[in-house]
């Protein structure tokens, strides 16, 4: 086990489950196939990256997330319906796939397809997770200071899998 602890411009590997409020598994990963993201960069949901700060390779930590935290509460009107053609046909549409859109005004939004039907395409302005308490089991696999590019684009960029011996 190393003595890097998780902070800020650190590329962080871990291995979780995430879990709703009925303890069903909703998303995860393995220490085979672990998630890599870039500490102090908004990679993960903001209540996940503050349980994360300060752990060491080998630490296993539960954080519950409010979705103030996390996704942040539901918002909008709901899911709309819009025609399966509005979408480029080469698209392969499938739920939770987040998209850019610019509305009346010019302004980018991100919306997200929530239901899919033969000639109809449900989205909504709301993440998927969005409203829930988010319930995480996380083991820290491996830290590592950024490069330079990473700090730069926000995220991190190829990880070699040799890391986690």
Known sequence: MG??????H???????????????AIDGCDADDPLYYLHGAGNVVAGLEQALEGCSEGDAITAVIPPEQGYGP?????????????????????????FDVEDEDGEEMELFVVGIEEETVYVDVNHPLA???????????????????????????????????
């Open 3 to 8: 003595t890097e602890r998780v902070s800020d």
């Open 10 to 24: 650190k590329v962080v590997g871990i291995a979780f489950v995430l879990r709703d409020d009925d303890g069903e």
């Open 74 to 98: 539901r918002q909008g009107p709901g899911p709309q319906p819009l025609p399966r053609d509005a979408f480029p046909p080469e698209i392969e549409l499938e739920l939770g796939l987040p």
């Open 131 to 165: 409203g829930m308490t988010l319930h995480f089991e996380v083991e820290v696999l491996s830290i590592r200071d950024a490069t330079e590019d990473e700090r730069e684009h926000g995220h991190p960029h190829h990880v070699d899998p040799a890391e986690l011996n």
